[in-house]
């Protein structure tokens, strides 16, 4: 709930400075928000495991949207994705590096006594929830592959 009235309040901040584009960003999480409180299970105020899922769903279909316009030659909508995706970036946790995230992984694999690509669903489990909100599912993914063919 936290995450909503810090939106609210940027989104005041942003019309006080007419600063479209963050007003624009912070629009878009407080309406993914609204729409998660009013689902059908939920009775109108959510976690803050939710809340960040929210966050890094918007996060990854602006860089999906980045990587689009920038193959469709459209550096004008690339733009406005990118600025987007840096406001949004500013409420996540901050994303481990690629050798922060192999190190927190090899720990899980040890940790499980996984040796083989067949133990990547009990790795990938564990993982999915250790690293929540520190980096992708996608870069969990790989990483996980990566490390378990070794």
């Known amino acids: 709930m936290a995450l909503k009235l810090t939106i609210e309040n940027g989104i005041k901040d ?8 963050r ?11 609204l729409l998660e409180e009013t689902s059908g299970s939920n009775t109108g105020e959510i976690s803050t495991d939710a809340e960040m899922k929210i966050l890094m769903k918007a996060a990854k279909q602006r860089k999906d949207s980045l990587e689009v316009y920038i193959a ?11 600025v987007e995706l ?4 500013e409420f996540l946790p901050k994303q481990l590096s690629d050798s922060e995230l192999t190190e927190r992984i090899s720990a899980i694999i040890a940790q499980l006594g996984a040796t083989s690509p067949g133990d990547m669903g009990k790795v990938m ?3 999915s929830k250790e690293l929540a909100g520190l980096a992708e ?3 969990i993914s790989s990483k996980v592959g990566e490390l378990l063919k070794k």
Do not use: C, F
Request: net charge positive; proline share 2%.
């Open 14 to 21: 942003a019309m006080r400075a007419k600063d479209a584009d």
């Open 72 to 82: 469709q030659n459209r550096p004008d909508l690339a733009e406005k994705e990118q």
């Open 86 to 89: 840096t406001i949004i970036e």
């Open 137 to 139: 599912g996608r870069a």
């Open 125 to 127: 489990g564990v993982a």
């Open 23 to 33: 007003l624009r960003a912070l629009r878009a999480i407080k309406s993914m928000i």
